[in-house]
């Protein structure tokens, strides 16, 4: 990679070793999403049909932002060997040549579950909750230097586990899924830890003071915000009946988006 100057200042402290902050970013994984009571349940076999429905309609959202949110990074880098890596983020989730991408595997498994493609393009279930949350994140990165940007994406340390969870538990708790429908999860599977080791190779190699290295674990514990928050938004939605402006109708008036 070309030496660029570092967008962290130097701090007063002593940073880390690598292997310690390596572990620092690993301990992370204590908040990661698998752990929200809402992943418990689907893992366990006590969702709904309408609650497995409602996390695959709304996580499709966070799904079809991936690529802008890759090629917005994309945009910010000046370093060519970093682009010619990050793109492949982007070939993954919108597809090439052979591979038909990440979003295409996400709508199959929407059908999967019971949802139709134009159900999940049209957004009609993504709640407002979700859509903050996962807009948040983009803004991020399209604003951010384009490291701090990068080590946004160190959840995806912790995705392996998550995407084996499903593949382990799902087929055995919801037989009514088509089992097409998890191609996603094994697609991930191998595309998250090649990703993880080329994002732990910039966070070990930019954050080398204590500032930088504080920084970085702030903007990884964001993003773990986001994708907390996301769930909690379908929380209220699908396990409390409480979606938003139940008091007010039972229809779905929240905006889909603005342009």
Not at 100 to 115: D, F, N, P, Q, S
Request: net charge negative; hydrophobic share 40%.
């Amino acid at each position: 990679m070309a030496t660029i100057a570092s967008p962290f200042a130097a701090a007063d402290g002593q940073p880390l070793d690598r292997d310690s902050f390596r572990a620092a970013l690993m301990a992370k994984g204590d908040y990661y999403h698998i752990h929200h009571p809402y992943q418990f349940d689907m893992a366990e076999g006590r969702a709904t049909a309408e609650q497995i429905r409602g996390w695959v309609a709304n996580r499709f959202y966070y799904q079809v932002m991936i690529p802008q949110k890759d090629a917005a990074l994309l945009a910010n880098c000046p370093d060519a060997a970093t682009r010619r890596r990050w793109v492949q983020r982007l070939l993954d989730h919108d597809g090439h040549d052979d591979d038909t991408g990440g979003i295409e595997a996400w709508l199959r498994l929407g059908e999967a579950v019971g949802l139709s493609r134009d159900e999940l393009w049209s957004q009609e279930h993504v709640l407002p909750g979700v859509r903050f949350a996962v807009d948040a994140y983009v803004n991020f990165v399209r604003r951010a230097d384009w490291r701090e940007a990068a080590i946004s994406s160190l959840t995806e340390l912790f995705a392996p586990q998550a995407h084996k969870s499903r593949l382990d538990t799902w087929p055995t708790h919801y037989p009514w899924i088509d089992s097409h429908g998890y191609d996603y999860f094994r697609k991930r599977l191998g595309e998250a830890r090649r990703d993880v080791e080329h994002g732990l190779e910039l966070a070990l190699s930019l954050c080398t003071t204590a500032q930088a290295q504080a920084r970085a674990l702030e903007i990884l514990q964001f993003k773990l915000d986001v994708l907390w928050s996301m769930l909690d938004a379908m929380t209220m939605a699908y396990q409390l009946g409480r979606p938003p402006y139940h008091t007010v109708t039972e229809q779905r008036v929240y905006h889909r988006g603005l342009s």
